[in-house]
Nanobody, 119 residues
């Protein structure tokens, strides 16, 4: 069984910063891609950022230059540093990982963490 547990969400003022963390645990052989997605009310889930096991990164257009994704392979953890936050960044943020367990590779999702940007 594999679990992804997110932390770090909350309420922040426009222009502020937050750091999200997502730790994977369980019967893990290796983690390939790790990433963050978000879903605002009434909108589709969208890619925020993704990082490969060789640390290549890709960002959604709306967060480029403001957000930074990183990972600690020893801790099976991915981070999202969010700076210069805007009200339109308000959403539930989900962690996703492509994880190889005993026999096959599957996508796993965290439970989501709320980020609210408001004055």
């Amino acid at each position: 069984q594999v679990q992804l547990v997110e932390s770090g969400g909350g309420l922040v003022q426009p222009g502020g910063s937050l750091r999200l963390s997502c730790a994977a645990s369980g019967s893990i052989l290796s983690i390939i891609n790790m990433g963050w997605y978000r879903q605002a009310p009434g909108k589709q889930r969208e890619l925020v950022a993704i990082i490969t096991n060789s640390s290549s990164t890709n960002y959604g257009d709306s967060v480029k230059g403001r957000f930074t994704i990183s990972r600690d392979n020893a801790k099976n953890t991915v981070y999202l540093q969010m700076n210069s936050l805007k009200p339109e960044d308000t959403a539930v943020y989900y962690c996703k990982a492509d994880i190889m367990t005993w026999g096959f590779t599957s996508d796993y999702w965290g439970q989501g963490t709320q980020v609210t940007v408001s004055s």
